[in-house]
């Protein structure tokens, strides 16, 4: 019998719980699995037939790389991967890499001079990077708001200000090429990193960065890129100004992202704004490590929470397109690093830099109270352990009001509603609509929530997936939660209360995924730390029969994940596209339903001329984008009385209705009024436009 106190007999409970549980999963999740190969029934009988050998074949060589890069190849991951992007980007995009790479560099050229100047002290290379890039970029929104409303948002004015931001505090450009050159040299000497759980996930890393690229590299085909953030962008560049466009609601909202789209929008087309997107992408993954590395001191948990970070579908379909929820997060994570900052060192320069990062995340997008909640927390908490708790309380809110409040100070102005277009009553509504009005609902909804997810995600992800977030914090979430008496560090309780207050308000109002990207990393993070510490110790076959079940497992959940990536971002036009085979028109014709009729009518629309448009919403492929008006009958708009209505009140040139459905044969109903009746110019198999005399 062991000892009074000894472990034994709890590590044998728990690898057989694991065993059980691993069981579970292999009996709950086939059926996700087999799902998405039979989607490829549908990209044609080529795919199907080969999706069983690819899987073996994917598999295996998981293992076998795992196995091969222990003595060598391993040194070599982070340059060959980087190396791979950066020629990849160079050759399909030179223009918008390079513009790209122009604004990383200017905004951590100005970041370091920023941080100097606070006193910041990252603790190494990789963190000095995020830091200095996040204090940068942060001080551009505020500082190239201020030139939008002068009006001077013009190519020279970007090149000008970019540049002078290398070359003027040239010792932090510098610094700042230094610390990307250290990185490499960091990772070829963490022998930590030829861990088996890292090896069997780097094929899997590999593939998801060559999936970003050929979307980051192909036309935006996403709903909200085509019909806000594009034309709104567009709009900012042609106009050269920040101004807010009234066909446009969206732009009442913060528009943070949209100032740093307009750089690459003007500079390089929309191929810059993909690019600068996909910059912030790899920026958040960045943040994802130093959070891990801040709560375990591991850089071996670092590198596999962030991959499995990247590998969720819904964010990593959010960080391959155009779309404000990466940034956003992207700051917020950065908020609350630099609040694990402080509990580590206490020194209050990094709560104003919190501070700050919170702001941007504001300045970006609303649903940043989410995390806004436990990060003001956590910084009230800072604040009142200073010895001048007022003092430091005004300096914060000073940071904040400087830098975000403009945003809702400018919609208040305009609108009396400082965060119109939406109500609070409309949120209210949506969260009874989805959760339920009683207690005992809303604790139905959160317990269910996460099985949820898993396994009927369609509701809470923008697309048909089951299973947005993939299987892998299903799989590993009990290693996690064994790995509790880990959790007594501060770093580790400050993230661990941060994820509980966050998922409480998400769940209570909107459950959408991408509205949780930081959530899901800090849960991928201690799911990771559970997963060495459960692989650790044990020379025994049974130690073997342990670890190899935790690879398995691995493996198994990246397949699931790199499947649901390729389902929702990937086609054989792509593929056509970069190989050369079609241009981009012939690509967007066969990809988007909605291009074609949009085609036509950029070549007959006269200047100026005004389109009411039902369900065909790409507002940047359309003539005349401000005279764009949609209605999606999704949000229940679609009632024949209240669509005539807003025509009389429109009176468009052209209407577009679906060739198929109840409103396919209505257009004489839309427009009662109308003699003679509006002419059908333009049939396809998905619309029709019919031009009103």
């Known amino acids: ?25 292999a009996v709950l999740t086939p059926r996700l699995l087999l799902w998405h190969v039979e989607y490829y029934k549908t990209r044609g009988p080529e795919f199907y037939r080969i999706a069983p050998f690819f899987l073996a074949a994917l598999a295996a060589g998981a293992v076998l790389y795992a196995l091969l ?17 950066l020629v990849v980007l160079l050759c399909y995009q030179p223009r918008a890499t390079l513009v790209c790479a122009l604004l990383f560099f200017a905004a951590s050229s100005a970041g370091g001079f920023i941080a100097r100047m606070a006193k910041l002290a990252p603790p190494g290379p990789l963190d000095r990077v995020l830091v200095r890039f996040g204090l940068g970029a942060g001080a551009m929104i505020p500082a190239f708001f201020v030139i939008g409303e002068m009006r ?15 070359v003027l505090p040239y010792r932090d450009t510098i610094a700042a090429v230094s610390d990307l050159r250290a990185l490499d040299g960091s990772w070829s000497g963490a022998a930590e990193l030829r861990h088996p759980l890292i090896g069997a996930g780097m094929i899997f890393a590999f593939l998801a960065l060559a999936l970003t690229l050929i979307a ?10 085509l019909d ?90 959010s960080g ?3 779309k404000n929820d990466m940034p956003m997060s992207f700051f917020q994570a950065l908020a609350l690093y630099a609040f694990l900052r402080w509990l580590a060192v206490k020194r209050f320069e990094w709560i104003i830099a919190g501070a700050f990062f919170l702001a941007q995340s504001f300045g970006i997008k609303h649903v940043a109270l989410f995390g806004g909640i436990p990060l003001a927390l956590f910084t009230g908490y800072a604040i009142w352990k200073q010895p001048r708790r007022w003092r430091a309380a005004a300096v914060v809110a000073l ?39 009683s207690l005992l609902e809303k604790v139905a909804r959160f317990a269910t929530l996460p099985w949820t997810i898993v396994f009927h995600g369609e509701p809470t992800f923008e697309s048909f997936l089951p299973s947005p977030a993939g299987i892998v914090l299903f799989a590993f979430f009990p290693l996690a939660l064994c790995a509790m008496r880990q959790w007594r560090r501060p770093a580790v ?23 949780a990207m930081v959530l899901f990393a800090v849960a991928a993070i201690f799911c990771a730390q559970g997963a060495f510490r459960f692989y650790a110790g044990g020379g025994s076959w049974i130690g073997m029969l342990k670890r190899f079940s935790v690879v398995a497992t691995e493996i198994y959940c990246l397949i699931v994940a790199l499947l649901g990536m390729m389902v929702i971002e990937i086609n054989r036009p792509q593929l056509a596209l970069l190989a050369h085979r079609i241009d981009e028109r012939t690509y967007l014709e066969s990809i988007l339903d909605h291009y074609r009729s949009l085609e036509y009518l950029q070549k007959v629309a006269a200047p100026g001329s005004a389109t009411f448009s039902i369900e065909n919403c790409s507002r940047e492929y359309a003539p005349n984008p401000l005279q764009f008006h949609c209605v999606r009958c999704s949000t229940g708009a679609c009632d024949p009385a209240n669509l005539a209505r807003e025509i009389d009140e429109y009176r468009p040139r052209y209407i577009i209705l679906p060739t198929r459905g109840p409103l396919s044969a209505s257009v004489g109903a839309l427009t009662p009024g109308a003699a003679p009746a509006p002419a059908r110019i333009y049939r396809d198999e998905y619309f029709t436009i019919y031009q009103v005399p």
């Not at 590299?217 to 890129?225: H, I, Q």
């Not at 409040?405 to 949506?430: C, E, H, K, M």
């Not at 966050?502 to 459950?511: E, G, H, Q």
């Open 216 to 225: 980051a590299l192909t036309p935006s085909t996403s709903f909200d890129a």
């Open 1 to 25: 019998m062991p000892a009074p106190g000894s472990t034994k007999p709890t590590r044998g409970l728990t690898q057989v719980a694991w065993y059980a549980w691993v069981a579970c999963v």
């Open 228 to 317: 806000v953030h594009l034309p709104s962008v567009a709009h900012y560049a042609s106009s050269h100004s920040i101004g807010v466009i009234k066909q446009i609601d969206y732009s009442y909202f913060p528009q943070g992202s949209e100032i740093l789209w307009t750089i690459g929008y003007s500079l390089a087309g929309q191929a810059g704004v993909r690019a600068i997107s996909v910059l912030f992408f790899a920026m958040f993954l960045i943040s994802v490590f130093c959070l891990a590395r801040e709560c375990f001191a591991d850089d071996a948990v670092a590198v596999t929470a962030t991959l499995w970070t990247a590998t969720f579908p819904f964010l990593h379909w």
């Open 399 to 437: 940071v904040v009001v400087l830098t975000c409040s403009f945003w809702t100070i400018r919609t208040y102005v305009l609108t009396g509603n400082p965060a119109y277009p939406q109500t609070p009553r409309n949120t209210y509504d949506g969260a009874v609509a989805e959760h339920g009005a």
């Open 320 to 322: 391959s397109v155009i």
């Open 69 to 85: 890069r222990r003595k060598l190849l391993w040194r070599f991951e982070l340059l060959a991967m980087g190396i791979f992007a």
């Open 493 to 515: 309780m400050a993230c661990v209360v941060f994820a509980l207050i966050y998922f409480i308000y998400w769940a209570a109002i909107l459950s959408i995924v991408r509205y």
């Open 152 to 166: 001077l948002f013009y190519p020279g004015v970007f090149l000008g200000i970019l540049a002078a931001l290398i």
